[in-house]
């Protein structure tokens, strides 16, 4: 099966840039998905197709995609950003969506 | 607002069934493909079922192949998942979201979960 792995966790000040890795087999031809999620909350898509952000999401968030890497990175991190965050992609091998294993984020 | 409200978690013994519900507003339903997403206590997420917009197409992850059902009815605005043979390690948070017409890789609306336990 497909597996996708991220860090358990990233901490970053306050106004700096953090960044959050996703690995899997040949990520780079599929396509990315980030959901942010706070604590007793439901999920929220912070960037899909690897790079675009839904209406909504602030412009600190953003993302990239090749090979067998997705990051997410977090420009100027604000406290509110601190949440665990999850990657996600579709495989056509298996006809499943899968979840990356998701990070902490926290914002010291 | 675009809104999907699940319904229908509980507590059931091992070997039970449960129907879950999602109902969907302020958008047309009929349009999305959608999908059940659950969330262990402490885990992370795991993708279970996925059903296309006139129910031709549905796949399912392989923890709950043969077990779960996933339905929709268009004309109530509202997509089902039959759950038979539930086991403990069915405890979840069960959450319906909506596949982005714009990108069917990934999921731009979810609901707020409905919790299943499954217990003695």
């Known amino acids: 099966s497909y597996e996708l792995t991220q860090p358990p966790s990233v901490s970053v000040s306050p106004g700096q840039t953090a960044s959050i890795t996703c690995s899997g087999g040949k990520l780079g031809d599929k396509y990315a998905s980030w959901y942010q999620q706070r604590p007793g909350q439901s999920p929220v898509l912070v960037i899909f197709q690897d790079n675009k952000r839904p209406s909504g999401i602030p412009e600190r968030f953003s993302g990239s995609n090749s090979g067998n890497t997705a990051t997410l990175t977090i420009s100027g991190t604000q406290s509110m950003d601190e949440a665990d965050y999850y990657c996600?992609?579709?495989?056509?091998?298996?006809?499943?969506?899968?979840f990356g294993t998701g990070t902490r984020v926290t914002v010291l | 607002q675009v809104q999907l409200v699940e319904s229908g978690g509980g507590l059931v013994k091992p070997g039970g069934s449960l129907r879950l519900s999602c109902a969907a507003s302020?958008?047309?339903?009929?349009?999305?493909?959608m999908s059940w997403i659950r969330q262990a206590p402490g885990k992370g997420l795991e993708w279970i079922s996925y059903i296309t917009t006139s129910g031709s197409s549905i796949y399912y992850a392989d923890s709950v192949k043969g077990r779960f059902t996933i339905s929709r009815d268009n004309a109530k605005n509202s997509l089902y998942l039959q759950m038979n043979s539930l086991r403990a390690e069915d405890t979840a948070v069960y959450y319906c979201a909506r596949v982005p017409l714009v990108d069917n890789d990934s999921f731009d609306i979810w609901g707020q979960g409905t919790m299943v336990t499954v217990a003695s």
């Open positions: 302020r958008f047309t339903f009929s349009d999305y493909s």
């Open positions: 996600q992609a579709w495989d056509s091998t298996t006809a499943g969506y899968v």
